[in-house]
């Protein structure tokens, strides 16, 4: 071997090295690493009194009495769980996560403490990784959690943190005693949709707000407009057809818009379609809407008169349609057609949402009871579409006239399932608001899903296109502000412990009316403004 060729051996040997150790460098497995300007050492963790206080206690600011009405409090609020020992508060234990979300953040409830130690680890790992921190919480680099992303996905998949506390001062541990808490997580095999679409409206609500509507890539933190109010306009509620066979040149997005000019107010039913950039307006009082599977017609709230509640505390609004019935929209000819069986003029029709095989219509109920504002009591409703032709209404067995509001009903895409609503009064913002689900064979009874808890308001709701996941707003993290959560349902309908949604900072808004979107679609809010917010 010439000296040519040696050289070329040993540089050959030494780019492997380095690749070698580069790649061990990339693995989480079997680092420490130091977070938040906090110093220390393992060995601090170390005790053999370390102690497990399975603490979990709720207090209540408001206790909801049953025996008198809701409106009495005027607020949702209540005080979150206080614990004065370690205890991690996310990821809740057994959680799912959906495959390609962004980096999540674990957060923890310690009042005794100063110093952590975070160990976690995966399926594969040789070593665990470990994160000492003097604060209570720790986000996921980019690295580790694709590395605990690419360890596997499964029901039996666990990756497992271990939080580790004690108190130090002057470098010190004080006392032996080191509190520890530990939660599973997995990755699911199953995907979420990639976007999603909501409001921003920051409490208290007044009527001249124009809240904008973001997007967001679920596997980014980076928010985009999707449609901004620019101050001339508030646009309430957005839907999309999320059947799987809709392809994405017929993706389009309905909105109902309010727009002020002066001392008089219009509202209009925004239409557009994203990839041919074509927008549609029409002149009419809508509201809450869904499309038919084929993508060519929408479903809306038709009304003349609202009703907003006074200001409620920490709240966004009250909120109903007083006269109501629903409507069929044709996108091709922009045709308005009352539907038979849901447009009664003694009711209060609305939130319909349509069967994935485009032959029902579900939507709430309520007796219009004039001018009267009170706490009134929704139930689920079925009227075939027939054609356009509707026909008769029939109640939803367990989800109507059960003396409680039931409301928001959406169809899972495979038509196994519906979601709903569930409050002792109201269809928008209503203090004791849980998700049921409903399955769809003859016979079913709904039941409250597992991913609900029982001290604060779980909301809004949407499937992904594949039926496996429930996107909701849920005001359990502080009682006011609501932030977006994700379950996984299994094939009996079960949900597992929800994740919430990763976010750089929590601002301080509520996120409304979060809807998935199947397609990474174009995005132009500008086109999208300007084709939707004009009066024809």
């Known amino acids: 071997m010439n000296r040519r060729e040696t050289t070329a051996v040993l540089l050959a040997a030494a780019l492997m090295m380095a690749a070698a150790a580069s790649l061990a460098g990339d693995s989480p497995a079997g680092k420490t690493v130091h977070a938040g300007g906090a110093g220390g050492d393992p060995a601090l963790f170390e005790s053999p009194s370390v102690v497990r206080r399975a603490e979990d206690t709720t207090e209540p600011l408001i206790v909801f009495d049953q025996s008198k009405s809701p ?8 005080e979150t769980r206080k614990h004065k020992f370690l205890k991690i508060l996310r990821p809740y234990d057994r959680a799912a996560f959906p495959p390609e979300l962004a980096p999540p953040t674990i957060r923890w409830a310690d009042t005794v403490n100063n110093l952590w130690m975070i160990t976690l680890s995966a399926p594969g790992w040789a070593q665990p990784m470990r994160v000492i921190t003097d604060r209570r919480r720790w986000r996921f680099d980019e690295a580790t959690w694709r590395a605990v992303e690419a360890a596997g996905t499964g029901r039996e998949n666990w990756a497992n943190i271990e939080i580790r506390g004690c108190r130090i001062e002057r470098g010190k ?9 530990r939660a599973r997580f997995r990755i699911s095999e199953h995907k979420a949709d990639p976007m999603i679409v909501y409001r921003l409206v920051s409490p208290l609500f007044h009527g001249n707000k124009t809240p904008n509507i973001y997007c967001r890539d679920i596997s980014t933190y980076e928010q985009k407009m999707f449609l901004p109010s620019k101050g001339q306009y508030c646009s309430n509620c ?8 809709v392809p994405a040149e017929k993706v389009k997005v309905a909105i109902a ?4 000019f002066g001392e ?10 994203f990839l041919g950039r074509e927008g549609r307006t029409l002149n009419i009082n809508s509201f809450f809407m869904s499309w038919h599977p084929d993508g060519n017609k929408v479903v809306v709230t038709g009304g003349n008169e609202t009703a907003v509640r006074a200001l409620i505390t920490l709240e966004t609004q009250e909120f109903y349609v007083k006269i109501a019935d629903l409507r069929i929209i044709d996108y091709s000819t922009l045709s308005e057609t009352p539907l038979r069986g849901a447009s009664t003029a003694k009711y209060m029709e609305t939130l319909p949402t349509w069967s994935p095989d485009g032959k029902t219509i579900m939507f709430a109920r309520a007796e219009e009871l004039g001018n009267t504002f009170v706490e009134r009591k929704f139930d689920l409703y079925t009227v075939p579409y027939n ?4 026909g008769k209404a029939v109640p939803v067995p367990g989800a109507s006239h059960n003396d409680m509001s039931n409301y928001a009903a959406r169809y899972s895409t495979d038509g196994k399932w519906i979601v709903f609503n569930k409050a002792d009064y109201s269809t928008l913002v209503a203090p004791s608001a849980d998700l049921w689900i409903l399955s769809t064979e003859e016979g079913a009874l709904p039941r409250k899903l597992e991913c609900n808890v029982p001290y604060a308001m779980d909301s809004h709701h949407s499937w992904s296109s594949n039926s496996r996941w429930l996107l909701f707003a849920s005001k359990r993290d ?3 502000f609501a932030r977006l959560y994700l379950t996984e349902v299994d094939e ?12 750089l900072d929590d601002p301080m808004m509520c996120y409304n009316v979060p809807e998935f979107l199947r397609y990474r679609l174009p995005i132009d809010a500008e086109d999208l403004f300007e084709s939707t917010g004009s009066l024809k």
């Open 257 to 260: 818009i309010r727009k002020s």
């Open 173 to 181: 541990r004080v006392g032996e005693e080191v509190h520890v808490d």
């Open 387 to 390: 054609n356009g032709d509707g």
């Open 478 to 480: 502080d009682g006011i």
């Open 71 to 78: 409106s009495a409090y005027k607020t949702c609020y209540q």
């Open 238 to 245: 957005h839907s999309f057809p999320v059947k799987p066979t």
């Open 264 to 273: 008089k107010t219009y509202r209009i039913l925004g239409l557009y379609n």
């Open 492 to 503: 009996g309908g079960h949900t597992s412990p929800p994740v919430a949604l990763p976010c």
